[in-house]
C-alpha cells in the first residue's frame, strides 16, 4: 500500500459517507460509488466486492454493530450488506461496514474473528452465508424500491432515506471481461459459507 493511500485511509470516516439506518444495501451502494470516485478504489471498482450476510431464517448475529445496546455489540439482522476491497501484492484485504464499531475500514482477518466470529458455537438457525457480488456487477444492476421496508398496513418499518429510489444503470452494459471465477459474470455473485470467506478472498485472481 502506497504513502498516498495510506494518507487517504487515516484521513477517513464512516460519518464521511452516506448511511440510512437500516438501508445497508444501499449504504454499500453508495459507498462503492465514493470510494471509486475518490481514488481510494478503482475507478470501475473492480477491486471492490459487495457481500450480503443472511439465511433462510433472515436471523444472522453480528458483533461490534453500532445498533446494538448490548456491550459486545451483537445484534440479530436479518440481512446485512457490507464491501469487502481485495488488495494484491500480500496486502490486507479491507472491509468496509459503516455500521461497524471496529476501525474503518476494517482488516478483512480482524473483521472475520471479531464480527462474524466462526468459532463462536451457533445454533443451526442462526449459520450464516455470504452471497459475494463483484461490485461493476452490483453497481450496474441494483435497483431498490423499498417495498421490503414497509409492513402489512404500508407502513414504513424504518425511516427511509430523503433520496429518490435507486434504478439500475444500464442493465446492458458492458461489464469487465473475467471468467476466472462466476463472481466475475454472475448478476447475483456466489454464495459462500462463513468459514470459507478469508479463504475466498484469499484465492480469487
Known amino acids: 500500500m502506497t504513502t498516498l493511500e495510506l494518507q487517504q ?19 454499500v451502494y453508495f459507498l462503492c460509488k465514493k470510494l471509486c470516485s475518490n481514488g481510494i478504489a478503482d475507478a470501475q471498482g473492480s477491486d471492490l466486492f459487495v457481500v450480503f450476510i443472511s439465511n433462510d431464517n433472515k436471523q444472522i448475529p453480528l ?32 472491509v468496509w461496514d ?20 466462526p ?5 443451526s438457525e442462526f449459520q450464516r452465508f455470504f452471497r459475494v457480488v463483484h461490485a461493476p456487477i452490483f453497481l450496474c444492476h441494483f435497483a ?18 430523503t433520496y429518490e429510489t435507486i434504478v439500475a444503470e444500464d442493465v446492458g452494459k458492458n461489464l469487465p471481461a473475467d471468467l476466472t471465477s462466476a463472481v466475475y459474470s454472475q448478476k447475483h455473485g456466489v454464495v459462500i459459507g462463513e468459514a470459507q470467506l478469508e479463504e475466498f478472498f484469499s484465492q480469487i485472481s
Not at 9 to 27: K, R, V
Request: charged residues 25%.
Open 9 to 27: 485511509l487515516n484521513s477517513l470516516d464512516a460519518s464521511d459517507f452516506n448511511h440510512t439506518p437500516c438501508y445497508c444495501e444501499e449504504n
Open 63 to 94: 458483533w461490534h454493530q453500532k445498533a446494538s445496546n448490548r456491550a459486545d455489540g451483537v445484534i440479530l439482522w436479518d440481512y446485512h450488506a457490507i464491501c469487502i476491497q481485495r488488495k494484491r501484492d500480500g496486502d490486507t484485504h479491507l
Open 98 to 117: 459503516l455500521d461497524s464499531s471496529l476501525p474503518f475500514p476494517c482488516p478483512l482477518a480482524t473483521y472475520v474473528s471479531e464480527t462474524v466470529r
Open 119 to 123: 468459532s463462536f458455537q451457533l445454533f
Open 144 to 161: 431498490s424500491d423499498r417495498r421490503h421496508m414497509k409492513d402489512s398496513e404500508g407502513n414504513w418499518t424504518a425511516q427511509p432515506p
